[in-house]
């Protein structure tokens, strides 16, 4: 059985959606402002290694200007924290430009200057130890607004080491 939306009258069950494949030129644009244009992005090693519609994912390169103990080589939580809100940020673009694919590529890029964080939540979960850092992120909702994301931080290993939560403002 079928139940519905008492407010909107809309299904529970989700319609079919075609997969949504980005421009080359809408993944070039992305990369070009979040590792170049993003100056504190290129102070953190911060590299985007996938876009897609769903989610988004990089990397960071263990180096000794990241290091926050340096009694261990642990990462510096901020790298963490600045690492992850700027993921979250790029999981909403990708989310975006996937809503407004009847866009123009540079049109859709252009909305990423009007995103901002209002809210962000990091928990670190063991000590940043790793030759490399993973970062991914996906949106959870997306509203006319507001955006919600998750995002994880892994070792080189493949262990979590920390998780955030972020909510950002689309206009």
């Known amino acids: 059985m079928t139940t519905r939306n008492p407010r909107t009258g809309d299904s529970d069950l989700a319609a079919p959606v075609a997969p949504v494949e980005f421009e080359p030129e809408f993944i070039a ?10 100056v504190f992005n290129q102070v953190l090693g911060l590299k985007v290694t996938s876009v897609r ?10 180096r000794r200007e990241l290091i926050g103990h340096y009694n261990h080589n642990r990462i510096h939580g901020g790298v963490i924290s600045a690492g992850l809100d700027g993921m979250g940020g790029l999981a909403v673009l990708a989310a975006i430009g996937a809503r407004h694919m009847d866009e123009p590529p540079a049109t ?7 995103l ?12 940043g130890v790793s030759s490399h850092f993973d970062l ?9 607004r507001v955006a919600s994301t998750r995002m994880e931080f892994y070792g080189a290993d493949g262990k979590l080491l920390s998780t955030g939560a972020a909510a950002y403002m689309l206009a």
């Open 136 to 144: 991914h992120a996906q949106v959870m909702r997306l509203g006319s």
């Open 53 to 62: 519609p769903d989610g988004v994912a990089g990397r960071i390169e263990m």
């Open 29 to 38: 644009g992305m990369r070009r402002i979040f590792e170049e244009m993003i």
């Open 116 to 127: 901002s964080t209002i809210d962000l939540r990091i928990d670190y979960l063991r000590p």
């Open 108 to 114: 859709r890029l252009l909305r990423f200057g009007k």
